[in-house]
């Protein structure tokens, strides 16, 4: 089994920058495809972006797409979301998934069978 969690959340200003990332507990990532998710409050879980288990192929919803960029380091069994210029609708509780394998529904939450706990991420105006 693979056990994930994050790290790196808390409260920045807009413009601001942060770190996010996602470690085993138990297992490794190499095996594996992963993504990121988010939830605001009051919606749904969000595709943020996602990468292959040999950390190619990255993908970004558009709302993220030229601000985030997402890296898989399998000797270290960590995943990474750096978070540049940050606005307050980026607010929400950011959570890593991994699956067996993710093929043209890397964008769908119900693609993943394995998630961390979350990290909480505020961005103020």
């Known amino acids: 089994q693979v056990q994930l969690v994050e790290s790196g959340g808390g409260l920045v200003q807009a413009g601001g920058s942060l770190r996010l990332s996602c470690t085993a507990s138990l297992g490794t990532f190499d095996n594996y495809d992963m993504g990121w998710f988010r939830q605001a409050p009051g919606k749904g879980n969000e595709f943020v972006a996602s990468i292959k288990r040999a950390g190619n192929n990255p993908s970004y919803a558009a709302s993220v797409k030229g601000r985030f960029t997402v890296s898989k380091d399998n000797t270290k069994n960590t995943l990474i979301l750096q978070m540049n210029n940050l606005k307050p609708e980026d607010t929400a509780v950011y959570s890593c998934?991994?699956?067996?394998?993710?093929?043209?529904?890397?964008?769908?939450?119900?693609?993943?069978?394995?998630w961390g706990q979350g990290t909480r991420v505020t961005v103020s105006s």
């Open positions: 998934a991994a699956t067996e394998f993710a093929g043209i529904d890397y964008f769908r939450d119900s693609t993943y069978n394995y």
